[in-house]
């Protein structure tokens, strides 16, 4: 029995709708944040630059934005619809200035008395006091803390991750992913002996499997490499990112928003990352397009710290620079890139 050809047509039609629906929705778009102290306003700066050339608010252009230290805070300014100003720039300089003490109090890192612990928490209340990790809150925010130098996940309890990974609860907050990802340590080896100190004293969460508070971060970030797999690329979770967009299906475009931090050479030599700056990972089930936006930064420790105008204002001058110069190709890749992917899922979304 023949069917007419207007049926045929109509499930023909159908069918193409069904695959386009189920092909193109599967392509994302993952921002990275490094860490840097306040060289992460760089980061902060670009990613408003990216946002201001696709003319389409960073929280549209991106599924996810995945930071570490210093960029958890540009992460959630940009990412969080509603909460903020279109630029929050002015707001990380304000922040900054009230979060971070004076340059000779900085040189006292020992903290044993809590204070610089409490003060950066007293700024970050201002901003962050409701906002929590939990199920259905479509944070679409990933921070990377370190428990024994392996990582642990600061994300939304329906976030897919392998069982096998540490992540924290449902009803964390943000200020304790903060926190946690931001403990930094300095070592130095005296020959008699070694010290140790802390700029933030270790923190304990909650954490799965464990159901119980564990103290989640031991002086540092997670180890660059780890069982033979890669973790970190200086101070960002790129490889982690690639190893999550690998289980799932589709065409995913990954941007780090770099500050001049350092940067994990043999990871780059294992994904052949080119000159300037891109990659491409073809896995089973897909694509992953690799762009590192570099800002060459002075990444002294002591700039790291600095909190003044004139360097904020320095940092602004480093990224107009880099765009114009040796970033500007990779950046407007990965620019296409990002909105091609974007138009795609709107598409699919419609049909």
Request: glycine share 8%.
């Amino acid at each position: 029995m023949k069917l007419p050809l207007t049926i045929v047509l109509k499930s023909v039609c159908a069918s193409i709708f069904l695959f386009a629906k189920t092909t193109q929705s599967e392509g994302s778009n993952v921002g990275i944040f490094p860490g840097g102290a306040a060289n992460s306003y760089a980061s902060l700066y670009l990613g408003e630059e990216f946002s201001r050339r696709a003319n389409v608010p960073f929280y549209d252009l991106f599924d996810q934005a995945w930071a570490l230290s210093g960029g958890t805070v540009p992460t959630i300014l940009l990412m969080k619809k509603g909460k903020w100003p279109r630029f929050a720039s002015h707001m990380f300089r304000e922040a900054i200035k009230d979060a971070f003490p004076d340059l000779l109090d900085l040189l006292d890192l020992t903290d044993s008395d809590g204070w610089r612990r409490e003060r950066f928490e007293a700024v970050l209340n201002k901003y962050f006091s409701d906002m929590f990790f939990g199920e259905n809150q479509n944070n679409r925010i990933v921070f990377i803390a370190s428990r024994n130098g392996a990582p642990v996940f600061f994300c939304d309890s329906d976030f897919k991750l392998p069982k096998e990974e540490l992540r924290v609860l449902s009803g964390t907050s943000f200020i304790d992913g903060i926190m946690a990802s931001s403990t930094i340590s300095l070592r130095a080896n005296l020959g008699m002996g070694k010290l140790q100190a802390s700029l933030f004293k270790p923190r304990q969460v909650a954490l799965a499997p464990f159901m119980e508070k564990k103290t989640v971060v031991d002086g540092g970030h997670c180890d660059a490499k780890r069982d033979g797999k890669f973790i970190l690329d200086g101070s960002t979770p790129t490889p982690l990112v690639i190893e999550y967009l690998k289980s799932i299906p589709g065409q995913h475009n990954v941007v780090v928003f770099g500050n001049g931090g350092p940067f994990n050479e043999e990871f780059r030599k294992s994904i052949n990352l080119n000159r300037n700056g891109t990659a491409e990972i073809i896995h089973r089930d897909g694509r992953i397009n690799i762009f590192i936006i570099s800002i060459r930064v002075n990444n002294h420790t002591l700039n790291l710290l600095n909190k003044s105008e004139n360097y904020m204002l320095y940092l602004q001058k480093r990224v107009e620079k880099a765009l114009m110069g040796q970033s500007r190709a990779v950046f407007d890749m990965a620019l296409r890139a990002v909105l091609k992917n974007k138009s795609l899922t709107m598409r699919s979304a419609k049909l």
